[in-house]
């Protein structure tokens, strides 16, 4: 499927589209699909910067643009980080915060002819934003969440990441491995040795992060790759075709075009 053909190249992480190119990218498609990343501003240890998930979320939302034609949306800087709390620079918004900025986000686009929302999440402390898909489609109201834990399992066993998802918590192999392909000026030395392993975080909610780590890490950054960031990349780009075709069925029977 091809994406924008002439997108306007992205300054940084904010899309620099201009309100004809999202016009002209409209009038070819049936459906109208923003695609929103959902980062966070929170430790990743010692050797990956404070944005991280916004560049993760940001990176595969950049990829899916250039695949579906789809309208990029800048990101969701500042989310649910609390149980980073106890390391410097780490900056949260409530929970209730973030449902009410996504809903907002999502109104203002169907006032504007974009009906279909999919957010991007590039952090698995943002509980709520499955809250806020799942009352949004019980509305009626077109919306996703990408990627699912399933998505994320094939990016995993196609760019042969090592680490399972349970050991890969945080700031470890698939992670490090995005931003060695999507950003490596961005990397500090050190996440060749700085690997942690705390399977059992079953009381993480009350506690916090720091009762398991102390570098921040968990899991195994030391088995990062550029080659293995660019295929988990792929992979999740040829998983968002699903929920494309989705959120365009879901307008075909809205309008009886079944």
Request: proline fraction near 5%; glycine fraction near 10%; include cysteine.
């Amino acid at each position: 499927m091809s994406g924008s053909g002439a997108r306007t190249a992205a300054y940084g992480l904010v899309p620099a589209d201009t309100t004809e190119d999202v016009r002209t990218r409209g009038a070819g498609v049936s459906t109208q699909v923003a695609v929103l990343p959902v980062g966070s501003f929170e430790q990743h240890g010692p050797f990956l910067p404070l944005a991280t998930d916004t560049l993760v979320a940001c990176a595969v939302a950049r990829e899916i643009a250039d695949a579906y034609p789809v309208h990029l949306l800048p990101p969701v800087t500042i989310s649910c980080s609390h149980e980073h709390a106890a390391w410097p620079g780490t900056v949260s918004i409530s929970s209730v915060t973030l449902h009410a900025v996504v809903r907002d986000i999502a109104e203002s686009l169907r006032r504007s002819g974009v009906d279909a929302l999919v957010v991007v999440n590039g952090h698995g402390g943002n509980y709520v934003l499955g809250n806020v898909v799942q009352e949004s489609s019980a509305r009626g109201e077109r919306m996703a969440l990408f990627p699912a834990a399933e998505d994320w399992e094939a990016a995993r066993e196609q760019a042969g990441v090592r680490t399972s998802l349970l050991t890969d918590m945080h700031a470890g192999e698939i992670e490090t491995s995005i931003l060695l392909h999507a950003h490596p000026e961005l990397i500090r030395p050190g996440y060749e040795s700085a690997d942690f392993v705390a399977d059992d975080r079953r009381q993480l909610l009350t506690t916090g992060m720091s009762a398991y780590t102390d570098s921040g890490v968990i899991g195994r950054p030391s088995l990062g790759s550029a080659e293995k960031g660019k295929a988990l990349l792929a992979s999740l780009t040829d998983s968002f075709g699903a929920y494309f075709t989705l959120l365009g069925e879901a307008e075909g029977k809205a309008d009886g075009r079944e």
